[in-house]
T-cell receptor
């Protein structure tokens, strides 16, 4: 069964609106979750590491004010794309890693299309 | 600078034959490597892993080989099945971190 639940699977929105994506760890408590972005025919690029109870750690070049991450509980992290623009259109995927584990388990992803 | 490279964007293999997917890396500090399979519009599914202290790991039809001196790993699928058709990503982890760096993927097509 699924280890990670990501919602919604697809979003179409107008430019300037904000979009929230949820990532839930179903099988274990996750102090750390990860947010990735994938452009067509490209690799998965790590955007940020979401830390429960503290600020997210953003990768170089990722705007923290643009991509707000909240990890308020051990099973839920949210990514909010604020004031979305067409160039934010992409496939966003979250992942979780069980404590002390090497493997990351991914959600099904969210296809964001900004018109 | 791409630290993890999958130089073959696509590969076609006949059903029943072996599929070999390759991955090269540049950072000698990588200590764990993972292979994922991804269908369109879905998240990656974990397939198999290998630690840098090993040179081979096998799980059913999937075997991963690691050549540290060449900084090269490969995923062997045998026998290949049409359901194996997907994009395969290799990922490498920097020692002491949770972060994985992904390759650009190889699209495998298994022909019936």
């Amino acid at each position: 069964g699924a280890v990670v639940s990501q919602h919604p699977s697809r979003v179409i929105c107008k430019s300037g609106t904000s979009v929230k994506i949820e990532c839930r760890s179903l099988d274990f408590q996750a102090t750390t979750m990860f947010w990735y972005r994938q452009f067509p025919k490209q690799s998965l690029m790590l955007m940020a590491t979401s830390n429960e109870g503290s600020k997210a750690t953003y990768e170089q070049g990722v705007e923290k004010d643009k991509f707000l991450i909240n990890h308020a509980s051990l099973t839920l992290s949210t990514l909010t794309v604020t004031s979305a623009h067409p160039e934010d259109s992409s496939f966003y995927i979250c992942s979780v890693a069980p404590p002390q584990a090497v493997i990351q388990y991914f959600g099904a992803g969210t296809r964001l299309s900004v018109l | 600078d791409q630290q993890v490279k999958q130089n073959s964007p696509s590969l076609s293999v006949q059903e029943g034959r072996i599929s070999i997917l390759n991955c090269d890396y540049t950072n000698s500090m990588f200590d764990y490597f993972l292979w994922y399979k991804k269908y369109p519009a879905e998240g990656p599914t974990f397939l198999i892993s290998i630690s840098s202290i090993k040179d081979k790991n096998e799980d059913g039809r999937f075997t991963v080989f690691l050549n540290k001196s060449a900084k090269h790993l490969s995923l062997h699928i045998v026998p290949s099945q049409p359901g194996d058709s997907a994009v395969y990503f290799c990922a490498a982890r920097n020692s002491g971190t949770y972060k994985y760096i992904f390759g650009t993927g190889t699209r495998l097509k298994v022909l019936a």
